[in-house]
């Protein structure tokens, strides 16, 4: 990237999330969340290019409670 | 933190999935121990950031005002409706701007209204944004009122 893009970017905010996103990836356990990606719904708000297509996806669980769910 | 590991598959199955230069994917962990760091603008800042960095090259407009912020001795930064008036210009530049936003039951409460109502401006604005959003359920029912008939 050159290196004015780059100052752009940074002034623009100086918080780019990749760190903690790598940090989260890291400690990702195998298998958690495939539901998720199989999910229909998933799939629809990802890659449908229906502009009547619900736009908004929300993913709610409690905290500990070990399930996160869809609705 | 179960959430947080969903939220992090999401994203990178999008950043995977990312088809040349249509589409962005831009996201933001919001974390409780940062809230006095975190509001409307420190988060849709970063998704601008992020929106910029997927485009091919700076927008005109975003470069003059870089300049002109350079050139004041403050050089302050990007106020919430500079922020919000540029990613609704430049996400329609997109075939598609994914905004991924963990934990918003950890967002600052003081904060939340200005960042619903940005982030309802951004969906009406722009057609071609797609919204993945976590947090507890009392935050889901919430989020159905302020996205009636656009929530899945």
Request: with cysteine.
């Given at each position: 990237m050159?290196d004015?893009k780059?100052?752009?970017l940074?002034?623009?905010?100086p918080?780019a999330s990749?760190e903690?996103?790598q ?13 998720l990606?199989?999910n ?10 229906d502009?009547?297509?619900k736009?908004?996806?929300f ?9 996160t769910?869809?609705r | ?5 969903h939220s ?11 088809d ?13 121990s940062?809230?006095n760091a975190?509001?409307?603008t420190t988060?849709?800042g970063?998704v601008l950031r992020?929106?910029v960095?997927?485009l091919e090259?700076i927008?005109d407009e ?6 002109r912020a350079?050139r ?7 106020r ?11 996400i329609?530049r ?7 936003i963990?934990a ?6 003081m904060?939340?209204?200005q960042?619903?109502?940005?982030l ?8 071609n ?5 976590t947090?507890?359920?009392?935050l889901?029912r919430?989020w159905r ?8």
């Amino acid at each position: 990237m050159p290196d004015e893009k780059r100052q752009i970017l940074e002034w623009i905010s100086p918080f780019a999330s990749r760190e903690r996103h790598q940090a989260v990836r890291d400690s990702r356990a195998e298998g958690v969340g495939d539901w998720l990606l199989r999910n229909r719904n998933f799939s629809t708000w990802r890659t449908s290019e229906d502009r009547t297509v619900k736009p908004v996806l929300f993913c709610y669980g409690h905290p500990g409670a070990g399930k996160t769910y869809i609705r | 933190m179960l959430k947080q590991q969903h939220s992090s598959l999401v994203i990178d199955t999008l950043l995977d999935g990312i088809d040349g230069d249509g589409e962005a994917v831009a996201y933001v962990y919001c974390d409780f121990s940062a809230r006095n760091a975190q509001s409307a603008t420190t988060v849709l800042g970063s998704v601008l950031r992020q929106v910029v960095g997927a485009l091919e090259k700076i927008p005109d407009e975003l470069q003059k005002v870089f300049e002109r912020a350079k050139r004041q001795a403050d050089g302050c930064g990007l106020r919430l409706p500079e922020i919000l008036d540029m990613l609704t210009k430049f996400i329609p530049r997109l075939e598609r701007g994914f905004i991924c936003i963990d934990a918003l039951d950890e967002f600052p409460t003081m904060h939340r209204a200005q960042l619903w109502g940005s982030l309802q401006r951004l969906v009406r604005e722009c057609p071609n944004t797609r919204l993945f959003l976590t947090g507890r359920p009392r935050l889901g029912r919430k989020w159905r009122t302020i996205f009636p008939k656009k929530l899945i």
